[in-house]
DNA sequence: TGAGCGCGCTGACGCAGATCAGCATGTTGC
DNA sequence: GCAACATGCTGATCTGCGTCAGCGCGCTCA
């Protein structure tokens, strides 16, 4: 079980590591990006990085704790697009459009470092792989956005919710915080629900089902796999998912 | 009511147009983006232009006609993740990725342009605004299927139908090809339920709830708004969706 | 001219998951 | 030491949408 958090060194970092997945750095690039990863403020568990609508908003990269990302319904639901982990951007799309159109909220205590449009724009102007990288980083959110949309349309509840947890998991190893057999997850119920598209109720009583049929436990703030293998096929869940093998552009 | 088709000049061609609305491209930007624009090919209705799992796969940019962008589950369902209109890109993620997530499959006939990897990889590097260009442009994509994700997750069948059509109505005025009275929309109602993560029969239900209602008609081929401003509140639909008010990178 | 088929359309019935209502625990703050 | 609250958990009931089964229309092709 290795479960480190993100260090500040340019070599090892989470965002440097996750781009390094798609372009060969140059030192320089990797210098510029370990630029945009110094500057780190501190937010506190329910705080709101990102508005719906404002404009103007800056970026960030988080360092450290979880965030997710969601849109807001007349009618006060919401429906969570997806949770942040370390080296993951949070409102790149509100530094693209000129207002934002979702909000980002810390789920946790979080660090992040802000990236504000002219910083980010500036970088893709002075070095262009960068901004190839980022295009990259940026389909991988929208291919498991697009994973999420597929969850909510065609599988059932439990199905849902296994796969879900699976994903996590997979996410998490890749930064270095989880294995096979489970990763700490401060998500509430409520949170699992307002992302998988059912009431707590319901997130609940699937948790109970996924436990009793021997395949995963949610307990504690600790998700345990206890038959990967079950879950993965129960799930559907392709292995090779957020696997990319090597830089495609080196 | 002006609906006329996409043309191959490099001046008014979807692409430009589209990209145009957010970084301001040099004559050598629009003669690359034309030149990717000029190789066309036609594909015969229902032909898979993008292939799941596969590696090395071309991106296309689609000149007349409509597509589908899918992922199919096993069991043999599949979930529509959009659909694509003249000026949109097929497959980008499946360029960025070595092998495809998703499929891609025409609706009707269809004119399209090839871009391969090579040619993709190499305008960002000769013309590095249009990496970021792209970048906005999948980012647009990104914002579409999140909105989706929000029909599927948090909205009711005649809500999810109405703003389905809302944002196909939008998409289409963007490029001529339809008006605040409605547009011709070459969709089954089996394609429909494939998008909206409904059954056929239930699709065909809510669209005669709509049309007994008076909001929206769809009859042999075309959707006609019968009281927009009542279908825009029922829906939610956010009236800023899309809009993107002049070049933000000049 | 009629078989075959794709697509739109409809009623009867069943079920997954929402809603409502309530209890149990642990944590925070006075 | 006990409110006040957030979160987990559970049973009873209701409902939106799926499933099944079937009809009608307009094609294309022999």
Redesign the interface.
Known sequence: MTERPATPSSQDNPLVRKLSA?VRLSPNDVEVVAGMFRRRRNFAMGVELIHQGQVGQSAFVLASGWACSY?L???G???I?DFQVPGDFLG??SV????S??NVEAVTTIQASEVT?RDL?AA??ET??L??A???A??R???M??????N????SASERMAHFLLELGARLRLVGMGNSTGFACPLSQYLLADA??LSAVHVNRVLRELREDGLVTFRRGRVEFRNYDALVDFA?FDR??LD??GP??S
């Not at 909510?152 to 599988?155: D, F, N, P, S, Y």
């Open positions: 798609f849109k319904l007349s009618g639901t919401r429906q697009v790149l799309r693209l459009f000129r207002t159109d979702h449009q724009l893709f102007t262009p792989r901004a190839t980022v295009l990259w940026a389909s959110d929208e291919a956005v697009v994973e999420h949309l597929v909510l349309g065609r599988r998988l598209g559907s090779a998912y990319h093998d495609l552009l």
